[in-house]
C-alpha cells in the first residue's frame, strides 16, 4: 500500500516495506480474532438473552463480506455485491449487535487498505474491542498506519507507542509496533528519540525479528554498543 518515493529518508523505505508487510498479515489477524471479539462483546449472552432474531441476522449478513475481505475483494466487502451486504451495510443496520460493531473493525482495516485514510480512522475509533487487549493493540496499530500515511507522524508515534504496550504477551506484534514509532523518530530526524525506543527494542524483545535486528539500527545512529 505504501509507495516510496526516491526523495524520502532511508529509513521511509525500510518502514514502507514493514508496513506493506505487517499489513497483508493484519487480515488473518482480524480474521481469527473476529471469534474473540466477538465473545468480548458478549456474543453469547446478547443472542441467548435478548435479540435472538436481529443478531442472527447480523452474524449471517457479516459472513460474506468477512469472505469477500479475505479474498481481497475490499470494495465488495465494503459496499456488497448487490444481494449480500457489505460491512457499510452491516454497521448501519445491526450496528447495536456484536456483528454491527466487529464490522467497524472491519471497515476500518478495508478503508486503510484501500487508501482512505480518513475514514479508516473514523471506523477504527468507532470500534468497541470490548476488553480485548490483543485486539486493541491492533487497532492502535491501525490507527497508527493510517495517520503515519497522512503524514501525521506525531499521531502515528503515539499509536503505535499505546500499540507495543497494549498487549505485551505477544512479543511480535508489541516489538513490531515499537519498531515502527522508533523508525518514525528516525525519518523525522529525532534520533535521540529513534535511539531510546531501538535501544528499547532490543533490551525488550530480544528474541523477536525486530529486536535481533535492533543494534544494526542503533549502529547506523551511532549509537551500538
Given at each position: 500500500?505504501?509507495?516510496?518515493?526516491?526523495?524520502?529518508?532511508?529509513?521511509?523505505?525500510?518502514l514502507?516495506?514493514?508496513?506493506?508487510?505487517?499489513?497483508?498479515n493484519?487480515?488473518?489477524?482480524?480474521?481469527?480474532?473476529?471469534?474473540?471479539?466477538l465473545?468480548?462483546?458478549g456474543?453469547?449472552?446478547?443472542?441467548?438473552?435478548?435479540?435472538?432474531?436481529?443478531?442472527?441476522?447480523?452474524?449471517?449478513?457479516?459472513?460474506?463480506?468477512?469472505?469477500?475481505?479475505?479474498?481481497?475483494?475490499l470494495?465488495?466487502?465494503?459496499?456488497g455485491?448487490?444481494?449480500?451486504?457489505?460491512?457499510?451495510?452491516?454497521?448501519?443496520?445491526?450496528?447495536?449487535?456484536?456483528?454491527?460493531?466487529?464490522?467497524k473493525?472491519y471497515?476500518?482495516?478495508?478503508?486503510?487498505?484501500?487508501?482512505?485514510?480518513?475514514?479508516?480512522?473514523?471506523?477504527?475509533?468507532?470500534?468497541n474491542?470490548?476488553?480485548?487487549?490483543?485486539?486493541?493493540?491492533?487497532?492502535?496499530?491501525?490507527?497508527?498506519?493510517?495517520?503515519?500515511?497522512?503524514k501525521?507522524?506525531?499521531?502515528?508515534?503515539?499509536?503505535?507507542?499505546?500499540?507495543?504496550t497494549?498487549?505485551?504477551?505477544?512479543?511480535?506484534?508489541s516489538?513490531?509496533?515499537?519498531?515502527?514509532?522508533?523508525?518514525?523518530?528516525e525519518?523525522m530526524?529525532?534520533?535521540?528519540?529513534?535511539?531510546?525506543?531501538f535501544?528499547?527494542?532490543?533490551?525488550?524483545?530480544?528474541?523477536?525479528e525486530?529486536?535481533?535486528?535492533?543494534?544494526?539500527?542503533?549502529?547506523?545512529l551511532?549509537?551500538?554498543e
Open positions: 500500500m505504501s509507495v516510496t518515493k526516491k526523495h524520502e529518508p532511508a529509513g521511509q523505505e525500510t514502507d516495506r514493514a508496513q506493506d508487510f505487517w499489513e497483508k493484519n487480515k488473518s489477524i482480524i480474521i481469527v480474532l473476529s471469534a474473540v471479539i465473545l468480548a462483546g456474543y453469547f449472552i446478547y443472542k441467548y438473552w435478548f435479540k435472538i432474531p436481529e443478531n442472527e441476522k447480523a452474524v449471517e449478513a457479516i459472513a460474506k463480506a468477512q469472505r469477500y475481505f479475505a479474498t481481497d475483494s470494495n465488495l466487502a465494503l459496499n455485491d448487490g444481494k449480500s451486504l457489505g460491512f457499510l451495510k452491516v454497521i448501519s443496520k445491526y450496528g447495536s449487535t456484536p456483528s454491527g460493531n466487529l464490522a473493525l471497515a476500518g482495516e478495508t478503508y486503510l487498505h484501500l487508501g482512505d485514510y480518513n475514514n479508516a480512522i473514523k471506523y477504527l475509533n468507532d470500534f474491542p470490548n476488553g480485548s487487549l490483543q485486539t486493541q493493540a491492533l487497532v492502535y496499530g491501525l490507527l497508527g498506519d493510517a495517520y503515519s500515511e497522512l501525521k507522524n506525531d499521531e502515528a508515534i503515539e499509536q503505535y507507542k499505546k500499540a507495543s497494549a498487549f505485551e504477551q505477544n512479543q511480535a506484534m516489538s513490531e509496533y515499537l519498531y515502527r514509532a522508533a523508525s518514525l523518530y525519518v530526524g529525532k534520533n535521540k528519540e529513534a535511539i531510546e525506543l535501544q528499547q527494542l532490543k533490551d525488550k524483545y530480544p528474541r523477536t525486530r529486536g535481533f535486528t535492533a543494534e544494526k539500527y542503533l549502529g547506523k551511532g549509537a551500538a
